[in-house]
């Protein structure tokens, strides 16, 4: 998944918004997906290392 399909936020209390940008191909556009990690959660680390990317710009 390429950074503009996605977005991603930090919350004051550390959780990680993940927002999927929704794709409409027929007309038809449906909402964005929607995720929230939390620390100690088995992907958050890989979110947030994506996280620190985009605040960098790159």
């Given amino acids: 998944m390429n950074r503009s399909q ?4 930090r ?3 550390g959780v990680l918004l993940v ?4 794709v ?4 038809k556009p449906l909402p ?3 995720f929230t990690f939390r620390p100690n ?3 958050y680390e890989s979110w947030q290392k994506r996280f620190q990317e985009q605040q ?3």
Avoid: F, W
Wanted: no cysteine.
């Fill in 6 to 9: 996605y977005t991603i936020e």
């Fill in 11 to 13: 919350k004051p209390n």
């Fill in 19 to 22: 927002r999927v940008h929704s």
């Fill in 24 to 27: 409409d191909l027929e007309g």
């Fill in 32 to 34: 964005d997906a929607v």
């Fill in 41 to 43: 959660d088995p992907q």
């Fill in 56 to 58: 960098a710009g790159k």
